[in-house]
C-alpha cells in the first residue's frame, strides 16, 4: 500500500490520482482480510492483532474519505 500512496502523490493528473488511491485502498482491504482471518483461526491472539486491525480500519476510513473529496473536485 506504502509504494502505491507514494505513487498517487506523484500522479499527472485527478483521475489518475484518485485511480492511484483505489488501488491503496484495494490493498488495504486485502490486507484487513488477512488480518481478520488470523484471528479468525486462531493463528494469532485478537490482543496482539486488535491494534493493527485498527490500524488499517482507520488508514480505509481515511482513503474512501480522500477519494470522496477527490471525486467531488473533480465534478464540475
Not at 15 to 21: D, G, K, S, T
Not at 48 to 61: C, G, H, P, V, W
Amino acid at each position: 500500500m506504502g509504494a502505491n500512496y507514494r505513487e498517487a502523490f506523484r500522479s499527472r493528473s485527478k483521475p489518475e490520482f484518485i485511480a492511484n488511491l483505489g488501488i491503496c485502498l484495494k490493498e488495504l482491504e486485502e490486507t484487513s482480510y488477512w488480518l481478520e482471518l488470523l484471528v479468525d483461526e486462531n493463528i494469532v491472539a485478537t490482543s496482539k492483532m486488535s491494534r493493527l486491525l485498527d490500524e488499517t480500519n482507520q488508514l480505509i476510513a481515511i482513503l474512501v474519505s480522500i477519494i470522496k473529496r477527490s471525486k467531488d473536485l473533480s465534478t464540475p
